[in-house]
């Protein structure tokens, strides 16, 4: 391996070492949903907040793109905002994230409304979508890289949900057997991207920090929902409350 080489080798370990230490899966929230130790309405709480995720996904992906000059690296990265939003010809991902709210028996117009997402969850969402509008491209790009870690949790949620809760079927969860397609391939560009882009240790540092950032974006979300539907199960005002939302 000659030393241009090695260098881009040392810097990707170290952003997925980045995902070992930090990434959402080692949360406990998560051990719980993918045991079965879930309650119904725990699942249904994670269900509306996890929504806003995905709604805005698509935004920042259109954020970032109106602000890349390079036609090639739009048509790169416009695929991201069809995956989640759909086309005339296919359903997209905010879609199917709808059907497994109406299998968890919520009304997905209550869902879709945004109502009832936890301060906390809307605080961190929207630094993510800012961030990605504001900060520098490599930035940008750099803090989607957390999927690279996503496939694994996503195999480990299906596997969990089905065993574990009678809403789930293959169809009620499609959403993330769809992102285990999909995911792969934005991810291999986005890291390709960053590893060409982030030469100087300054640029390596920052990629770094925007992985870290949005490793937070996904954390706080889950220590969100813990605090307000686990332990110590404070809801605060105006969040989604068991009975609330459920399909007429
Ligand atoms: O279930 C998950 O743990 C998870 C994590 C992430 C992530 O790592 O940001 C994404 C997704 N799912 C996901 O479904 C998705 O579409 C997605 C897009 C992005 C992004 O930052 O552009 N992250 C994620």
Redesign the pocket.
Known sequence: MNEMSAARAAFEARLRRIGEER???RHPFHALLHSGGCTIDQVRAWVVNRYYY?CR?PM??AAFMSRVEDPALRRAWRS?IE??DGSEAREG?IARWLKLAEAVGLDPEYVASAKGVLPATRFAVDA?VRFVRDEPLLKAVA??L??L??PK??AE?IAGLLEHYEFATSETIS??RH?LN??PK?VQFGLTWVLDHAVTPADQDAAAAALTF?TDV?WAQLDALYSAYIAPGNIPPGAWRPGEGLAP
């Open positions: 990434y959402h899966d995905q996904i920042k992906d991201r995956d989640h991902g993510y803090s989607s957390t999927e870690f996503a949790i996503h949620r959403y993330f992102r999909e995911a934005d949005k996904l």
